[in-house]
């Protein structure tokens, strides 16, 4: 089966610290993206940032970065300089059997203490 | 600009009533998913469909139903046989391949609440 796990339901941060969100996931699919999903207060989902399998070069979205351990199947998201503007919840997915559909985490919420 | 409306923002049902969401989207885009959020729960698929007039199960159809007679359109039924429809629904859509590689598009959303 293909599963995904967020083990963090909720996190907490100082405004301007460094958190990281983790994530978990299986799956039997040879070429893929894995992504982190944020959906602040308005539930408008936004893309945050995706990283290609079969690079070994963790990608980096300005303040946004990602630990991805091919072997341990962890796919997790770093945040730095944290901002009040980052407060939401978090979602990573990766493709489905036969990636055609995408397969959502639970979700971490994200709060920001200023 | 291209992106996908989901309308009502705010939908109330009675019981035994069935209820249908839309969804629109000019980004010509061949896929289109609906998910169900739950607190906790992250987000289940409920339907999806990768080319007009065919469409396939998600994980949680039962009490559900769709069509899609468009590429731009992909609405979604809530029937009288859904048991528990109160929930967050997500309407997303993606070039083909867009599960694998470039990820999806959302809208903004429909509040159902059965009352």
């Known amino acids: 089966a293909q599963t995904v796990t967020q083990s963090q339901p909720e996190m907490s941060v100082q405004e301007a610290e460094t958190v990281t969100l983790s994530c978990t996931y299986d799956?039997?699919?040879?070429?893929?993206?894995l992504f982190w999903y944020k959906q602040p207060p308005s539930r408008q989902m936004i893309l945050v940032i995706r990283?290609?399998?079969?690079?070994?070069q963790n990608a980096t979205e300005n303040r946004f970065s990602v630990n991805f351990q091919k072997a341990a199947k962890s796919f997790s998201l770093k945040i730095s300089d944290s901002q009040l503007g980052d407060a939401a919840m978090y979602f990573c997915?990766?493709?489905?059997?036969?990636?055609?559909?995408?397969?959502f985490g639970q979700g971490t919420r994200l709060t920001i203490n200023p | 600009d291209g992106g996908i409306t989901q309308s009502p923002k705010y939908l109330f049902r009675k019981e035994g009533q069935n209820v249908t969401l839309s969804c629109e989207q000019n980004l010509n885009h061949d896929a289109m998913y609906w998910y169900r959020q739950d607190p906790g729960q992250g987000l289940r698929l409920i339907y999806y469909s990768q080319i007009v007039n065919d469409f396939q199960k998600g994980d949680i159809a039962e009490g559900y139903s769709v069509s899609r007679e468009k590429k731009e359109s992909f609405p979604l039924t809530v029937t009288s046989a859904q048991k528990n429809p109160t929930a967050f629904y997500l309407c997303?859509?993606?070039?083909?391949?867009?599960?694998?590689?470039?990820?999806?598009?959302f809208g903004s959303g429909t509040r159902l609440t059965v009352v």
């Open positions: 799956t039997s699919e040879s070429d893929y993206y």
């Open positions: 997915a990766f493709p489905g059997k036969g990636a055609q559909k995408l397969v």
């Open positions: 990283q290609e399998a079969y690079k070994q």
């Open positions: 997303a859509s993606s070039p083909i391949g867009g599960a694998r590689a470039g990820g999806y598009t």
